[in-house]
């Protein structure tokens, strides 16, 4: 049984991040944010091995809005886990840098 006020579970269905493109190129990609409250975020990047390549922070001032990353270019190509936190809020995922 959910004990979450209806409130609260509208709230978390509904925020969502999305990391594009899953391909990197150029060392840059971007984040959407779409319903989540003024924050400042961290994006981090991770290798396969779980050791942390970038971390950078961001100024979320909207429900909605979209971000550049821009990857510095010591980064390797190959695949990555990028983790982007806000508040107690977490959220992971592969991506490719080309």
């Not at 006020?5 to 959407?32: A, I, M």
């Not at 994006?43 to 050791?51: C, D, E, I, K, W």
């Not at 970038?54 to 550049?68: E, N, V």
């Not at 959220?91 to 840098?97: A, R, T």
Request: charged share 20%.
């Amino acid at each position: 049984m959910n004990t979450l006020p209806l409130t609260n579970r509208l709230k978390k269905r509904l925020q969502r991040v999305t990391v594009y493109p899953n391909l990197v190129s150029q060392q840059k990609f971007w984040l959407q944010l779409y319903h989540i409250e003024k924050c400042v975020f961290t994006v981090q990047l991770y290798s396969l091995a779980g050791q942390q390549v970038y971390k950078h922070f961001l100024y979320h001032a909207d429900f909605h809005s979209i971000h550049t990353v821009q990857l510095p270019r010591h980064i390797d190509r190959g695949i990555y886990k990028v983790a982007i936190r806000f508040g107690d809020e977490h959220f992971v995922q592969p991506i490719v840098i080309d």
